[in-house]
């Protein structure tokens, strides 16, 4: 490689964006299979190549009910960090059995994308998209 392919931090461009929106989520009641493995759930992939920390907050809506959150994760930089969803306690945890959408913002941007494993049935279901970047 040569030296002009070498850019240093401060020439470099963030990847990502700010703000995030996830249409749609859903935590099944139940699963099939040994936790926490097989447990159905859904994570968040957050990918910070900055050179800083990166601050995210998750505000979490529903269809019935004002929104919950938010609720504030640290993705340290050049790092990635998968958060479960399941894993949310503060200020509540998120319910299962109910539809919800997020909005995900943070202070440098950032990649997120979105994870769901239903193991409901023994044919188990994998899904995986990209957030839509505001």
């Not at 941007?109 to 994870?115: A, D, K, L, N, R």
Request: with cysteine; charged share 25%.
């Amino acid at each position: 490689m040569t030296e002009k392919a070498v850019l240093s931090s401060e020439a470099r461009t963030p990847i990502g964006r700010m703000c995030w929106a996830l249409a749609e989520g859903y935590l099944p009641e139940w699963s099939n299979g040994p936790a926490p493995e097989m447990e159905s759930h859904e994570t968040l992939c957050f990918l910070n190549a900055s050179d800083i920390d990166a601050e995210v907050s998750l505000r979490i809506y529903f269809s019935d009910r004002e929104p919950v959150g938010p609720y504030h994760v640290q993705v340290p930089a050049r790092r990635t960090k998968h958060l479960r969803l399941t894993a949310l306690d503060d200020p509540e945890p998120l319910p299962r059995g109910k539809e919800y959408a997020a909005v995900v913002e943070s202070n440098t941007p950032i990649v997120v994308q979105q994870t769901r494993l239903d193991s409901r049935q023994a044919e188990n279901a994998l899904l995986s998209t990209i957030a839509f970047p505001g």
